[in-house]
Structures are given as C-alpha cells and as structure tokens.
C-alpha cells in the first residue's frame, strides 16, 4: 500500500502478538540460560558438602546447623551415621538414644542435654554431618594442599608432589607464554602475508587457513613423535611452542582480514621519515590492532587454560603437570575425593571467570571489526 512517495509496510502481528511473542521467547531464553548454568551452580553447590553428602544426594542443601534430625529411616541410620562411626560404644551409645518405629529411628524426646552433646561431639569427631562452613574450611583448603599428603609408593612414604600452587603455577606460565608468542608470531606473520602481494605468500595463507579444519586428534601421534624427535617433550618451553603451532593458524586467519583494513599510507609515511620495517610494525600497525589482539587472546588464554588433552599426552612429569590433569589426584582406584575435586574445580576457574568477565567486552568489538576491514 502507498501513499505518494511512502511506501507503508503492515507487520503480520499485532502489537499484542508481537509483545505475546517476545514473552515467551524471553522465557525460552532464560530456560536455555539456566539449563546451561546448573552444572555451574551443581560444582559450586556441592563444593560447600563433604564427601558423604554427595553420595548420598547431590541435590540436597548443605547443613548450615549440627542439630541432630528427629526422625532418620532405618537404612540412613545404619549407612550414613552408624558405619562411618569407628568406635563400637559411640556406635550403641548413639543407637540406644533412638527409638525404631517401622521404617524410622525417632530421637529420644526425654534425652538429656549432655547425652544430646555428646553424639554431636562423636558425629562431629567421625566427619559426619559436618556443617557448610566447616566442609568450606575442609574443601578448599584441602584442594589447596592436597599434593603435600603423605602416600606410599613403592612401599616408601612420599609426597604426592601434585600440589595445587605448583600446578597453578605451571598453567599461568604455559597460558601466558603460549598467548604472548601466538599474538607476536601471528601478527608479524599476518603483516608479512598481506603486505608481500605473491602467489607464495597466498599460498602460505591458504595454508594456515586450511590448517584449521584438521582436527586435533588426527595429528596427535605424529605431534608427540615429532616431540620426542625435537626433544621437547615433557618440558612446558616445549608445550608452549606446540602452543604456539597449533594455535598460529586461526590467529594469523583473524590478523589477516584485520590488517588489510589499515591504510598502507601510514606505513608509507613513516618509511619516509626513515622508519625500519620493525619500527613500522610494532610502533604504528600492531598499536592499531589492538581490539583484534584482545580477542585473540582471550581466546588463547581460555582455550589454553582449559586444555586437557596437549598436557596429557606431553607433560609426563608430576611437577609439570596442569590444572586440568592435576584433578585426577582426586580420583583414585578406591577413593574418590568429590568435595575436594569439586572445591579445586572452582578454585581452578575462578580466575578464568574473572579475567573472561574483565575482557569479555573486547570480544565482539574485535571479531566485528575485523569482519568489517578490508
């Protein structure tokens, strides 16, 4: 329909369709947003519970009080408090104070106060119904010094050597190393790719472009052979320069398209002026791809912390080894740790968060402005 010049477009919704329509989307989102962040709050939730709790139900809330509950089924009782109670008189003092109705041990209404404390003090000393706040102290702390316990190997008493800062350590080391020779090796390969106009250098560019689309684990045994060959194999100056190889392509991809869209004029000027290539390069053209550069490695910096499999199959050593593989010490033939697991599986991702959130608003401003250039 028209009027003169005007053209009027009529929507096929009505406004209350429209704002009908855009409720339920909405709250199609925010099922989606909490759907992807219960495993989150699931970690955090059960990192406050001990071991115990988790087993037993990981959905529940943890104990913010020691009082005793009133009524406990017959299976829970004998489970979750008698078996894990070490002395035999704690074990009948606790159960004369109880009563068996059916299915259920009802606590004693006429108990005295002293016999009250004192199962408290026995639960408390057997680490059994321990509160948020002491499963807190526990948890965390003990992710933290896990590695100094004691364990036999070879009949010998050891220590375990996989402590949590030494770990923690080695993965910022790895993550900044890796990150910082990405950033340096691609760009000035980026410039040199688009600004040296040759059939090689476009070969050279497809190259790295075509490098993206091979999956990791198709190169996985001949990286760790080529390692062993180069004698860079269980030493983290060796995985950051693996890093640095698998991680070069999709960076010098990004560079690429970016640099393109800054005028060769600039350049041109200051090599009138008597500037060098170097000085070309790092005092005019890398300042101007800073958002491109902030995106890049956050990238890196989140992809590198989080890897698993490149630690695994190159760092051998206990003293070497990452976050990500440090968490198997939590895991063992007999015993699984899952309170401390899941305290250091948050003490881990803390700062990861942290530094995500601080940069996540260099991330599009980054990927669109390389997108628009050139």
Same mark, same amino acid.
């Given at each position: 329909? $028209? ?9 096929? %919704? ?16 925010? @099922?989606?947003? *909490?759907?992807? @962040? ?5 970690? #955090? ?14 959905? $529940? ?42 299915? &259920? ?10 016999? &009250? ?68 090796? $691609?760009?000035?390969?980026? &410039? ?21 689309? +091979?999956?990791?684990?198709? #190169?996985?045994?001949?990286? +760790?052979?080529?390692?062993? #060959? ?12 693996? &890093? ?35 000085? *070309? ?17 956050? @990238? ?14 190159? @760092? ?7 976050? /990500? ?14 309170? %401390?697991?899941?305290? $250091? ?14 940069? /996540? ?14």
């Amino acid at each position: 329909m $028209s009027e003169g010049n005007e053209i009027v477009k009529k929507s096929l %919704l009505k406004n209350s369709q429209k704002k009908v329509f855009l409720v339920v989307f909405e709250c199609f989102l925010i @099922l989606c947003a *909490i759907l992807f @962040l219960f495993p989150v709050f699931l970690t #955090i939730f059960n990192s406050f519970k001990s071991n115990s709790e988790i087993l037993k139900d990981p959905l $529940s809330f943890p104990k913010f009080s020691k009082r005793l509950p009133d009524k406990i089924k017959v299976e829970d009782l004998e489970s979750d408090l008698l078996n894990l109670i070490l002395i035999d008189d704690d074990k009948n003092f606790i159960r004369s104070k109880y009563n068996r109705v059916d299915k &259920y041990y009802l606590l004693s209404k006429n108990i005295a106060k002293e016999d &009250y404390n004192r199962i408290i003090d026995i639960v408390e000393k057997n680490g059994i119904n321990k509160t948020v706040f002491q499963n807190i102290k526990d948890n965390y702390v003990g992710a933290w010094n896990y590695g100094n316990i004691p364990v036999k190997i070879d009949g010998k008493t050891k220590k375990n050597f996989v402590t949590f800062p030494q770990v923690f350590l080695n993965t910022i080391i790895i993550t900044i190393f890796s990150a910082a020779g990405i950033v340096l090796v $691609s760009s000035m390969a980026s &410039y040199a790719l688009v600004r040296v106009k040759n059939k090689f250098s476009w070969i050279i560019f497809l190259f790295f472009t075509f490098s993206m689309v +091979v999956p990791f684990q198709a #190169i996985m045994i001949p990286l +760790v052979e080529t390692a062993k #060959i180069l004698g860079v194999k269980n030493s983290i100056p060796g995985i950051i320069l693996i &890093y640095m190889g698998v991680g070069s392509p999709l960076a010098v991809f990004m560079y690429h398209g970016f640099i393109k869209g800054i005028p060769k004029e600039l350049e041109e000027s200051a090599a009138i002026d008597g500037a060098g290539p170097f000085t *070309i390069f790092f005092k005019i053209v890398f300042p101007l791809l800073t958002p491109i550069t902030a995106t890049i490695v956050i @990238l890196d910096v989140l992809w590198i912390w989080n890897d698993f499999l490149l630690p695994l199959i190159i @760092l051998q050593s206990k003293e070497l080894k990452t976050i /990500q593989l440090a968490q198997y010490s939590f895991f063992g033939a007999y015993k699984r740790e899952y309170g %401390l697991a899941l305290a $250091s599986l948050v003490i881990s991702a803390s700062p990861i968060v942290v530094f995500y959130l601080f940069m /996540q608003k260099y991330i599009i401003k980054g990927i669109t402005s390389g997108a628009v250039k050139g």
